[in-house]
């Protein structure tokens, strides 16, 4: 069972990135998959989370930031516009504990850093 996320880098203020998160080693349409991010010094804050469903939990009140899934290719992504350097962290994918949003337990992928910075 894995969560691969990738697709951060360093991007200048008011740029985009998209990330990715590939699944592999469980039936993907199963679960709800959310995705969080740590800053250096900061407790780690969810950002988003899509459940089987395709509903949409938003945890931070930004628009900028839109989570979608691909179940035909194992993947959820999470697009982030208008990028700021606040929004500077490490971001982790998560597997749910089912297909709902929320769960305590969480199955953790490694994360993708995130820079914004000019």
């Known amino acids: 069972v894995q969560l691969q996320a990738s697709g951060g880098g360093l991007v200048q203020p008011g740029g985009s990135l998209r990330l990715s998160c590939q699944a592999s080693?469980?039936?993907?349409?199963?679960?709800?998959i959310a995705w969080f991010r740590q800053a250096p010094g900061k407790e780690r804050e969810g950002v988003s989370c899509i459940s089987r469903s395709g509903l949409i939990k938003d945890y931070l009140d930004k628009g900028r930031f839109s989570i979608s899934r691909d179940n035909a290719k194992n993947t959820v992504y999470l697009q982030m516009n208008n990028l700021q350097p606040e929004d500077t962290s490490v971001y982790y994918c998560?597997?749910?504990?089912?297909?709902?949003?929320?769960?305590?337990?969480?199955?953790w992928g490694q994360g993708t850093q995130v820079t914004v910075s000019s």
């Open positions: 998560a597997r749910e504990v089912g297909m709902w949003c929320g769960s305590e337990d969480k199955l």
């Open positions: 080693g469980f039936i993907f349409d199963d679960y709800a």
